[in-house]
């Protein structure tokens, strides 16, 4: 299977997905759409049979810089072009925003692009920082999306917990003039300090939740389960991961001092959802990881579902 990612950069060095052309300082939007290859537009063009009989209700989205066609859509669909995605995100956090990294994915048909919130926080004696990111898909597949992702400085790990408290990511329909979106920037802007303020206020609950090292077991083992009647291979992968995830809670040195404690554990399964090598590598494992950016890791969450209902 093909690599999906097309074109993309990163600053100073590859984030926690792995992937990315290195650039030494992080630029501003109208250097950043360049380095991403992001600088082409859609354009909406008619479908037509092989009879050249033209369809009605239909338009394809037609990539300007090699006439790529991205999909066929419903001539009620808008396009937000690369660039209005820069714009938005100008905007919401003001010009001069530096961008960390962007690219597209699946050959133009999804991109995506990374940017720092100016605001650092500390949480549970840590650094964290915040970054936004913003998606769009060019092949009527999904909607605009803009999600919060907290990023744990020490370790580059992501802690995109799916609080019941406050949101980590929205989404909005193709209405073709995002600069029209300002009250959604705004509410874009207040979720992320919302997600952010509520994310530090958990983590503080999870450093005095303890646990012991039979919750520990208990919990890897629920998140790594085996099969009823597992073959020997499936029983060696199995119990191989989860002695990896163990050490993770254990061993991972920039987890020492944290304590015996639900964030410790939460760290350690994190750790283990970004950055431990799969039983089989996959050509778009990296991809797959830096996906679930937007949406959440579904074993991070399961984690924090386990040791909440604890």
């Known amino acids: 299977m093909a690599h999906m990612i097309e074109?993309?950069?990163?600053?100073?060095?590859?984030?926690?997905?792995?992937?990315?052309?290195?650039?030494?300082?992080?630029?501003a939007s109208a250097e950043a759409l360049k380095l991403a290859g992001?600088?082409?537009?859609?354009?909406?063009?008619?479908?037509?049979?092989?009879?050249?009989?033209?369809?009605?209700?239909?338009?394809?989205?037609?990539?300007?810089?090699?006439?790529?066609?991205?999909?066929?859509?419903?001539?009620?669909?808008?396009?937000?072009?690369?660039?209005?995605?820069?714009?938005?995100?100008?905007?919401?956090?003001?010009?001069?925003?530096?961008?960390?990294?962007?690219?597209?994915?699946?050959?133009?048909k999804k991109v995506w692009l990374l940017a720092r919130l100016p605001k650092e926080y500390v949480i549970a004696g840590e650094r964290?920082?915040?970054?936004?990111?913003?998606?769009?898909t060019h092949d009527g597949s999904g909607s605009v999306k803009v999600a919060v992702t907290p990023v744990r400085v020490v370790c580059n790990n992501t802690l995109n917990l799916a609080l019941e408290t406050a949101k980590r990511s929205f989404s909005m329909i193709h209405t073709g003039n995002i600069h029209d979106k300002i009250q959604e920037a705004?509410?874009?802007?207040?979720?992320?300090?919302?997600?952010?303020?509520?994310?530090?206020i958990e983590f503080e609950q999870l450093r005095r939740?303890?646990?012991?090292?039979?919750?520990?077991?208990?919990?890897?083992?629920?998140?790594?389960?085996?099969?009823?009647?597992?073959?020997?291979?499936?029983?060696?992968?199995?119990?191989?991961?989860?002695?990896?995830?163990?050490?993770?809670y254990y061993e991972a040195p920039d987890l020492q001092k944290v304590g015996n404690n639900a964030y410790r554990f939460i760290?350690?399964?994190?750790?283990?959802?970004?950055?431990?090598?799969?039983?089989?590598?996959?050509?778009?494992?990296?991809?797959?990881?830096f996906a679930r950016t937007i949406d959440g890791n579904p074993l991070i969450d399961k984690a924090y579902q386990l040791v909440k209902a604890a």
């Open 7 to 27: 074109t993309m950069f990163s600053v100073r060095e590859k984030p926690w997905h792995g992937l990315g052309t290195i650039v030494m300082e992080a630029p």
């Open 209 to 248: 939740q303890k646990m012991t090292d039979a919750q520990v077991k208990e919990y890897i083992e629920l998140l790594l389960p085996m099969e009823k009647e597992p073959t020997p291979i499936q029983s060696k992968n199995i119990l191989k991961l989860r002695r990896d995830m163990e050490q993770r």
């Open 38 to 108: 992001l600088d082409w537009e859609v354009v909406q063009e008619p479908v037509y049979t092989g009879c050249n009989e033209m369809v009605k209700g239909y338009k394809a989205n037609v990539r300007s810089s090699d006439r790529r066609v991205l999909g066929v859509v419903s001539d009620r669909y808008k396009v937000v072009q690369n660039t209005d995605a820069f714009s938005f995100t100008d905007e919401l956090l003001g010009k001069g925003v530096k961008y960390e990294t962007a690219g597209s994915l699946q050959e133009g």
């Open 267 to 289: 760290n350690a399964v994190s750790d283990f959802a970004t950055h431990s090598r799969p039983l089989r590598m996959t050509a778009n494992y990296k991809e797959n990881v």
């Open 186 to 200: 705004k509410d874009t802007l207040f979720m992320a300090e919302n997600y952010m303020d509520n994310l530090g």
């Open 128 to 136: 964290i920082s915040s970054y936004l990111v913003f998606s769009n």
